[in-house]
Antibody
Framework: QVQMVESGGGVVQPGGSLRLSCAASGFSFRTYDMHWVRQAPGKGLEWVAFIRSDGSNKQYADSVEGRFTLSRDNSRNTLYLQMNSLRAEDTALYYC?????????????WGQGTLVTVSS | EIVMTQSPVTLSVSPGERATLSCRASQSVSASLAWYQQKPGQAPRLLIYRASTRATGVPARFSGSGSGTEFTLTISSLQSEDFAVYYCQQYDKWPHSFGQGTKLEIK
């Protein structure tokens, strides 16, 4: 069955960095586009970033552009989100999500999320 | 950026009744519209995509309609497990954007 497990969250000071990982299994990871979506405590969903199946194209939300970098290792079935210059407003549960199809796509599978807390 | 606006923010409905949730886009998204259900402590679950296509395993009581800027999610006869928060999402243009959610609660 399709499974995605996020890791790497934790508490970090403002201005700090974290790298999130998403380990995927149960599907042909290398053929699917992937996304990160976040949810601040008690708030709604915010799309964060997208990466094409082969890593050739990436898209970012304006709120993270220039600070977050998305990458993937198809040999390890793993997605990464490098987060730099973290701010209090980046505090959220971060989900990785699989695109149902190419490019603009809804998300048919989600991980359970990893919590990032930015606080001094 | 396309802004998605959902209404109402909270909807109180009795089990067995019909619920109608609305989603409006600030500009046309064609039929590139999805609906998700989220229960407390869980990840979102895809219900509807392409505005009206049910995702795998979604019961027939869930239906979606609309195109362009106006969309509706209808739950024909509410079951206890349907009380949750529902989000619409456009994936027509970057950045993909979600509505703020509608909380469906038991009346």
């Amino acid at each position: 069955q399709v499974q995605m497990v996020e890791s790497g969250g934790g508490v970090v000071q403002p201005g700090g960095s974290l790298r999130l990982s998403c380990a995927a299994s149960g599907f042909s990871f290398r053929t699917y586009d992937m996304h990160w979506v976040r949810q601040a405590p008690g708030k709604g969903l915010e799309w964060v970033a997208f990466i094409r199946s082969d890593g050739s194209n990436k898209q970012y939300a304006d709120s993270v552009e220039g600070r977050f970098t998305l990458s993937r290792d198809n040999s390890r079935n793993t997605l990464y989100l490098q987060m730099n210059s973290l701010r209090a407003e980046d505090t959220a549960l971060y989900y990785c999500a699989k695109g149902l199809y190419d490019w603009g796509s809804p998300f048919d599978y989600w991980g359970q999320g990893t919590l990032v807390t930015v606080s001094s | 950026e396309i802004v998605m606006t959902q209404s109402p923010v909270t909807l109180s409905v009795s089990p067995g009744e019909r619920a109608t949730l609305s989603c409006r886009a600030s500009q046309s998204v064609s039929a590139s519209l999805a609906w998700y259900q989220q229960k407390p402590g869980q990840a979102p679950r895809l219900l509807i995509y392409r505005a009206s296509t049910r995702a795998t395993g979604v019961p027939a009581r869930f239906s979606g309609s609309g195109s362009g800027t106006e969309f509706t999610l209808t739950i024909s006869s509410l079951q206890s497990e349907d009380f949750a928060v529902y989000y619409c999402q456009q994936y027509d243009k970057w950045p993909h954007s979600f509505g703020q959610g509608t909380k469906l609660e038991i009346k």
